[in-house]
Each structure stands twice: as C-alpha cells, then as structure tokens.
C-alpha cells in the first residue's frame, strides 16, 4: 500500500512541475474541434462510458436498438429508448455567446414486422439536442418518439429540445399533408414541425439509410439530408431545412446529442449501426495563465522539496537500519531474501514444515550452501520492534554445542535501498528470517504420542542425555549463560540416530545478571514454572522445571505423567507402576527410577530444592542414593479441615490456583460499573452471570463471569485469572473476544458466513482440540462443545470458550450436541468431544433443516453429500471438506490429530461404517437419563484403531 501510495506521489509530482508548460500551453493553442465517430460493428471504436442509454435501448450485436429488440412482446413494454453521447457537448460559450456549427451523420434501419399492416407503423426515430445530462420524459412513447410527455403539445424547462424526426406514423388527421413517412423539424413539439417533407418509405425492404444533419451557426439554418443504400441508392435523396431562432435563447451551452424512438399500437425496430459527430466550436481562452503557472511552479517545487527530503531520510534508514541488523546479529552469515524464495518455492504449503509462536517454518534447499535448511519466518506480531531477533540471532550464533540446533544464518525482506525508496516501513513491519540446518527425524512428540513405532528405552534415555547435555552448556558453560524458556517435546528435534537436538531459541535469552523480568507470557503454559508464572521472573530453574516435565512425559504412562499423580507413587514407593506400560518391562530399572526421581526432583515447587543442570548430569551418570525429595505443601492442602476462620479457605484457593492473577473485588466492581445491566453480556450459562469489564491499568476489556456459589468451588480455582468476594463468591477473568459467538453468525445474523471464514473457523477449532486432547498433559475434556462457546474474534479467528463445565457440573452438555453413547454408560471420553465436534461441522456446513446426522448419513449412502450444504453458500464449498467424527461406534471415530490430519490432507475419504440407525431419519439414539458418572474422566485412547497419519 505504502509503494503504490508513494508511486502515485512521483507521479503527481511530475504532473505538477509540468503544470506550468500545461497551463501556458493551454492559453496559446486552441482546442481541437470536438468529434466522436463510433461504428457499432466494431467494439474498439467506442467504450460502453461514452454511451448513455435510457428506456429500451440498449446495444445488440452490432447495432444500437432503440426500441424493444423482440417481435410478440406486449407493446406496454416497448414503448420509447434513447441513446444520448455521455458527456456534454459544448453548444455555445456563455461568455463570447459565439455558437458552433455542428454535423452528425449516422446509418440506420427502420424494419417494420411482417406482422404489421404496412399502413399501421409506429412511430419513428429523432435525432435531438437536450439539456445535458438526457432525460427521457415519463409517458413519452408513441407519437411522442420519447422526447416529451404525453400531456403535453409543448416541452419547456428541462425538456427543451430541437429535434430531426423520422416519423412513420399517418398523421394526416393532425397534419394533412404529411401523407405517411415524412421527416421534419422540430423545436420543442412533436406536433408542429418549423419544416416537414414527406419520404417515399423509411423502410423499403429493410434497407440501410443514411442521414446528415449540419448546423451553420454564421446562418442559423439546420440542414436534414437522407439518402438511401444498396438496392435502393437510386432513391432521391430527401431534403429538409430550417432557420432556427437564437440558439442561445433554446438551449444552455453543453448539450446533449442522441437519438430518441417509440412505438405505440403498431410496433418497429429503430437500429443505429454507425453515427460520427463533429463540432467547430473552441474551449474558451484561459486568461488567468499566469496564476495558474505560478501555483503549478508553489505545487512543484514543495514536492520537489518533500521527495528530496524523503530521499534523504530513506538514505539515512536504509543505511542505520543495515547496520542495526548487522551489529545486532554480530556477523551471522546474512542470506538475500530472493536466495530464500527460490530455496523454499516461495514459502508454499507444500514446504511447510511447522509453526512456532514467533512464526512458520518452511523446509528448503539453499543451493549456495547445497544442503536441506528449514527457514523460520518471524511473526511481526510476536516481536517488539526487532529486539526479539537481535536477540535470538545473537543467542543462537555463538551457541555451538552438538545437542543444539545450529543457526545457519539469517535474512530479511526488502533490505535494498531501492526498497526503503519505494516502499518506506518501520523496522517492526520488516518481515525477517532464521536459516537453520534441517533435522529430518521429526520430534520427541511426534515419536512419543503420533507414530506406531514405539521409542525403545535406550533411545530414550540417549535423548534424556542429549537434552541434559544441551541444558548443562547453555546454563554452565556459556558466559552469560542462556536460558532456553520453551524446553517442551515438540522443541526437541531428532536425527535419523535419534540424537537430540534442541530448537526453537525464539524464547531464548542471555542472562548477565542471574535473572530475566518480562512483561510477554512466554513458553507453553503446559511446561511452565508456576514460580514464573507469579512472579514474571525466569532463571535457570525455571528450565529445569520444565526439563522435568518432559522427562515425566519420556519415562511414564501416557496418562499418568503428571507431577501429582507421579508423586502418589513415590510417596507409595511403588514409582515402576508408573513407567509406560508399551515398553513391556523391557528397559534397565536403575535407569527408570532415576529418570523419574530425576523428573520429580526437577519439579520441586520449591525452586531452591531443584537441582541445576550439572547436578541433574551427575545424578543420571552415577551410582549415588537417591535425593530425598521435599514433601509439596499442598499435597494434603486439600485434606484439612476448615479451621477457626476463612483465612484458611483463602489460602488454600490460592495456592490451588497455581499463582495466576488475582483481581480484587473493588477492581471487578469498579470495571463493570458496580456489575450494572448495561455492562451484562447477553447469555448466562449454568455457572453465572457473564460482564464486559474495562481495566484502566491494563488498557483493555475483560469478560468477567460471577460464578456461582456451589460446593465444589475448589474446581473453579483452576480458571485463568479469579478473584473471590468475603462470601467467597468466585469471579472469572477471560479475555474479551468482541465479534460475538458462532450460533449468531450462522443463524442470527443476515450477512452470510462464506465457505472459506466457516473453513477456517473449522480448523481453528480442531487445532484447540488437539491442544486440549493431546498436547495436554493429563489431557482436558472440554465436555459443552456447542457453536455458542464458540468466540468469534474481529478477524473471525475461533476460540473455544466456556469450560465451565470441564470439572464443575453435575449435568454437562447440551442435548443436541451429547455423544449417544455417554447417555447410555453415563461416560464422558474424548470421542465424546469428538462426537460434539461432529455435530458442530454438521451445523456449519449443511442446511439448517439437513444438519442433523441420520439425513447427512442419508445423503452420503445416496452420493449426494452436497445437496446438504447450506443454500446460502451458493456453492462456495469444498466437497472435500465434510463428514467423518460422529460414528456411532465410537472406536470407530477418529482423534482430533486424526481429524486435524485429514483436513489438512488431500489423501482419499475414509471408509465409514453404516450406522445402525441410518434408514430412521432423524434421530439419534434414545436420550436416556445421564449418570453422574459422566464425570469420569476416563482417559480413552482410541488411536489403535486408526492408522497414526492419513495419506
């Protein structure tokens, strides 16, 4: 936007600074005759702008019909057409009142049909001059030839005119001797002509006809000619002439020129094939050429001034900006951006190989260095400026350890000095780029929960070592050391041995003096040091917590990883229950425990009880006792008894909440207007009252839910951000998303969703249900998956909202959108989510009476899956792009990863398993009565039956 802002800039300075010559050119050189010539045969001869037309007339082909180009229609709806030149046509300068001479010729036919009686044609054409812009009278056909109102024998005002008329109706009752065919002159009427002159036939045999008409305004007289062509240019041709009065007295001085027809009881085409124009009459001489200079030199010379500035100014931040990048990467190997283009075929999907927080990144071949390098584009949005890459290029380009990802160097978009000239940006809108060596095994997530073959113990624990290793470098043996920030399974990359390679130093910083204080909510909530998460501060224990999650995550059961329930088993001594059961026994059993001792170690709540990175090396490569281990302080919190006061409940919400933020009272009252009803967002769920609430301090809106007093508040801690009044009355605090739910997009509102925002809706919310399914550990059921805890974000992004009922209710979903199964066993699973997230699909995609499971099954046995798709989509959709996760069966259902695979694929449909109510159209199974124990949270793992990637 900003280069074509500026182009359009040049160029209105190069304008401007010839504006003198243009002016002074204008005074001395008279303006040419003004002309038009169109042939209607040939499009290039005209443009469709130049061309007004009113009533029926309108182009056919090679001609301009004026009237109703169609025999047999109701002559009501063919009853009068113009045709007029578009722009005014100057008749006369208002201030020398010198009038032009003027000639026009044009070529026409007038057919008559076959099925008129030859004595019954109606009515004819006219060639007119207007007041400019045309305006064809109301109840103008007929005799009137669509120049003037049928009420009327005159026109005055507007409607003035002077007219050639080819009038074909026998009107002798008016006229006697106007016999039949006749052309005349007319001024203002069309029943008194000032000259008329009976014509032989407009119309012998269809034939072409030519007329001219010529204006000398030295004589005032008004010459008609017509001649005939063809078969019939024996024909005399017919004369008609007459003295107008002054012109200045009949019409303003810009007129409109064209033709006019109409027909009546009788009906006939009226057909202009060429008509060409010519006036004599000059612009009228500028005399304030001198004024007009002088401001066109003001003008040109301020831009010729401002670009010179402009010049400058991109000079100078072309020249700082290098050396900013430069100074600030310390002399990283600087890749030209056309280089990274060419190396990942221009960013495509096809070479996508993943995104992070700070940005995609691309597989590619960089055949300066000829060799497979993944190229990481970061996000303006997820940096300040370009202080986060400075720092993550510094960073990485002097951490040179095996374990660790290598920095090949960097790059950036539009560093040229043509580019700063053409299309000047802040540095923060720069688009820049990390050049890292390829590392071609996937990662420890992928191996761990998405492939079928199964990591053996060996090579867990050379990955255990690896990572540890990676660790003790950047925090022992760099000065200042770094911290990493975002340690998680999917950071740790794998080579085709299995070594470890840690990545992703997109949250990486040095740390000079022993601790890092940040304002940006880094890492991945998952792996994140509560200890971080209260106090905003980061330090090297606060990788080891992390690096203790992930070896909780390598070691033990995929559904009992957590520190609590790994913790239950050390307080048992039965830790090897926990070790992952796939492994069958087969790994060393010191190893084991050490590696989940280790784990639990790391995790202490404690941060001074964590070991450091050389400590936790150590512990794994000797044979010395175990650590005994501080006992957490909330492990029997929740066991004590409610005490004298309050204080005790207090405390115990806080630490249950894990040091998120707590709002006071006051501040919740005071940002919802003491919760008035204007401030009461519309709905209000099973758990409460839902407000719009503005923090000064913060800058921002919240929504702010009042939770309802229940007996299981301990669950409700668990929320984002809370706060409690003296009752203890538990209060939310979300984000607030401000385009409201995806229910009143699809059913309240009247402008209609198109297919690609519904799509990408789609995949919004299956990549949040992969987060809470299986990036979680232990995994979350959201349990209430329905379009209204859908929000909907000013950019139409999704965001899954609302759960309030993961952990806090006793009846959960709704009816509609509940797995038939859970009713049955009373059992709420992951398929049970995915069965709501079906429906869901079913609902954005289909017709709003054809959304329910049994007719989109109806419709798929029958191979007319897209006679459901929504009318309103008008046939925007993708076939592609619709039906899979509401099997009966839920073994039969896939996971959220299986799900968000196959969109993303374009492999074949899966084959999908009739379900036994398939021919009973319209309901699911029975609603039978929902036991408590929907609350199980049983952790299903329905991947066995399932390839783990669809192609």
């Given amino acids: 936007m900003a280069c074509l802002q500026l182009q359009v800039l040049l160029l209105l300075a190069c304008l401007l600074l010839d504006a003198p010559h243009l002016s002074s050119a204008a005074a001395t050189v008279p303006t040419p005759p003004f002309s038009f010539n169109f042939d209607f045969s040939n499009m290039s001869t005209y443009h469709s702008d130049d061309l007004r037309f009113e009533g029926n007339a309108t182009v056919h082909g090679s001609f301009v019909d004026l009237t109703c180009n169609a025999y047999g229609l109701d002559i009501s709806q063919c009853t009068a057409g113009r045709m007029s030149y578009s722009h005014p046509v100057p008749f006369y300068d208002e201030t020398t009142k010198e009038v032009a001479s003027f000639s026009t010729e044009f070529t026409f036919k007038i057919i008559v049909p076959k099925f008129n009686n030859d004595k019954a044609k109606g009515d004819g ?138 027909t009546g009881a009788a009906f006939e085409l009226h057909q202009i094939h060429s008509w060409s124009f010519n006036s004599t009459i000059a612009a009228p001489v500028q005399k304030d050429h001198k004024k007009a200079i002088a401001v066109g030199v003001s003008i040109g010379g301020g831009l010729i001034l401002v670009l010179l500035v402009w010049s400058i100014l991109s000079w100078w931040k072309w020249r700082k900006t290098n050396r900013e990048f430069d100074k600030g990467t310390r002399g990283a190997c600087r890749f030209k951006y056309h280089h990274l283009v060419a190396a990942t075929n221009h960013f495509s999907m096809d070479n996508r190989i993943g995104a992070g927080a700070f940005g995609e990144v691309h597989k590619g071949f960089l055949t300066q260095l000829g060799r497979e390098v993944a190229v990481k584009k970061i996000l303006r949005e997820s940096r300040a400026g370009n202080k986060d890459f400075f720092d993550e290029v510094q960073t990485i380009s002097r951490a040179k350890q095996k374990n660790l990802v290598e920095l090949l160097g960097w790059g950036m978009k539009g560093s040229s000095i043509i580019d700063f000239v053409m299309c000047w940006r802040r540095q923060k809108n720069t688009d820049l780029f990390l050049v890292y060596e390829f590392v071609d095994n996937g990662n420890l997530h992928m191996h761990l929960y998405e492939k079928e073959a199964l990591l053996s113990w060996r090579i867990r624990y050379k990955i255990v070592k690896g990572i540890i290793s990676a660790l003790v470098y950047l925090h022992h043996d760099r000065d200042p050391y770094i911290l990493h920030r975002d340690i998680k399974p999917s950071n740790i990359l794998l080579d085709k041995h299995f070594n470890a390679r840690l990545a992703d130093f997109g949250l990486s910083r040095t740390a000079d003096n022993g601790t890092i204080q940040s304002s940006m909510v880094v890492g991945t909530a998952n792996y994140l040091d509560p200890e971080c998460m209260k106090t905003g501060k980061f330090n090297r224990s606060s990788d080891v917590y992390s690096f203790g999650l992930v070896l909780l995550e390598i070691a033990c059961k995929k559904d009992e990883n957590s520190y609590a329930q790994v913790w239950e088993r050390y307080i048992d001594k039965t830790l090897m229950q926990v070790a992952d059961d796939r492994l069958q026994g087969m790994f060393d059993k010191r190893q084991m425990e050490r590696v989940i001792v280790l784990g639990l170690w790391c995790c202490q709540p404690n941060i001074e009880m964590r070991p450091t990175m050389e400590e936790a090396m150590d512990f794994l490569e000797t044979d010395g006792p175990l650590p005994k281990l501080a006992k957490p302080k ?21 630490k249950r909440t894990g040091g998120v933020r707590q709002f006071k009272y006051n501040a919740l009252a005071a940002a919802t207007n003491q919760f008035s009803s204007e401030n009461r967002l519309i709905g209000a769920g099973p758990f409460g009252e839902g407000y719009k609430g503005f923090f000064k301090e913060m800058g921002r809106h919240f929504a702010i839910r009042r939770f309802r007093r229940r007996a299981d508040q301990k669950e409700a801690a668990r929320r984002t951000s809370m706060t409690r009044e003296k009752a203890h009355t538990i209060f939310l605090v979300y984000e607030f998303v401000d385009n409201s739910n995806l229910r009143v997009h699809l059913h309240e509102k009247e402008a209609v969703l198109p297919w690609t925002t519904r799509y ?50 006793d009846k959960v979903g709704k009816a509609r959108y509940m797995d038939s199964e859970c009713r049955k066993t009373g059992k709420l699973k992951r398929s049970s989510d995915v069965y709501s997230f079906e429906i869901v699909l079913l609902e954005i995609a289909c017709k709003k009476d054809e959304n329910s499971y049994a007719k989109v099954w109806s419709r798929y046995l029958e191979k007319s899956l897209m006679q459901v798709v929504g009318d309103r989509l008008r046939g925007e959709s993708d076939e592609r792009q619709m039906d899979w996760c509401c099997q009966p069966n839920i073994d039969m259902r896939p996971t959220m990863h299986q799900a968000m695979d ?50």
């Fill in 634 to 654: 909330t492990s029997s919190s929740h066991r004590k008894k409610k005490g004298a006061a309050g204080k005790s409940s207090s405390r115990d919400i806080d």
């Fill in 760 to 809: 990408k809706i789609v995949k919004d919310i299956c990549a949040a249900l992969v987060y809470l399914h299986h990036e979680r550990r232990p995994f979350v059921l959201h349990r209430n998956i329905k379009p209204n805890n859908i929000l909907l974000d000013k950019e139409f992004n999704a965001k899954l909202a609302d759960f309030g009922l993961c952990g806090t209710a």
């Fill in 902 to 951: 196959f969109l993303k694929s374009d492999g074949p449909f899966p084959e999908l398993a009739e379900p036994e109510t398939s021919s009973k159209h319209g309901k699911l199974p029975g609603r039978e009565t929902m036991h408590k124990g929907c609350l199980d949270n049983s952790r299903d793992d329905t991947r066995q039956r399932f390839p783990s990637k669809i192609t």
């Fill in 125 to 262: 054409m006219a060639f007119f001059l207007a007041r400019y812009p045309s305006r064809m009278p109301p109840r103008s056909g007929g005799g009137n030839l669509g120049l003037i109102t049928n009420d009327n024998y005159s026109s005055i005002g507007p409607d003035q005119f002077v007219s050639v008329e080819f009038d074909t109706y026998n009107n002798t009752w008016e006229q006697p001797k106007q016999t039949g065919d006749h052309m005349g002159i007319y001024i203002n009427t069309v029943t008194y002509s000032t000259n008329t002159t009976n014509v032989s036939s407009f119309s012998p045999n269809e034939s072409m006809m030519t007329a001219s008409i010529t204006f000398d305004s030295k004589t005032s007289m008004l010459v008609a000619s017509l001649q005939y062509t063809g078969n019939y240019s024996n024909y005399a041709p017919v004369n008609v002439s007459a003295k107008l009065p002054d012109p200045t007295t009949l019409l303003p001085s810009e007129v409109a020129v064209g033709f006019s027809a109409a």
